[in-house]
């Protein structure tokens, strides 16, 4: 079992960036790849990017060229930067952690963004 602790969010203004970091513990060997999802108020959790233990990312088409996913495989920390930060950037980010699909996950820290 993984436990995952998320910190960083909080309330910006439109253009502004964000740190987001996730600290996973437990049985964390089964990690191999890191992930951060988010949920609007009445929408569907969505992807939002992935890294692999050897570093290889993915990200949403959304996000792409805006967030930044990295981990720290010493600490068990993944982190999301957020730079360009828009109004439908809103919603909980959640953590997502797994041997290859997500199965662990964090409760979720709120980022909202202000015109």
């Known amino acids: 079992q993984v436990q995952l602790v998320e910190s960083g969010g909080g309330l910006v203004q439109a253009g502004g960036s964000l740190r987001l970091s996730c600290a996973a513990s437990?049985?964390?060997?089964?990690?191999?790849?890191l992930g951060w999802y988010r949920q609007a108020p009445g929408q569907q959790r969505e992807f939002v990017a992935s890294?692999?233990?050897?570093?290889?990312?993915n990200y949403a088409d959304a996000v792409k060229g805006r967030f930044t996913i990295s981990r720290d495989n010493a600490k068990n920390t993944v982190y999301l930067q957020m730079n360009s930060l828009k109004p439908e950037d809103t919603a909980v980010y959640l953590c997502?952690?797994?041997?290859?699909?997500?199965?662990?996950w964090g409760q979720g820290t709120q980022v909202t963004i202000s015109l």
């Open positions: 890294i692999t233990r050897g570093g290889s990312t």
């Open positions: 437990g049985s964390i060997f089964s990690i191999a790849n």
């Open positions: 997502a952690a797994g041997p290859g699909r997500f199965n662990s």
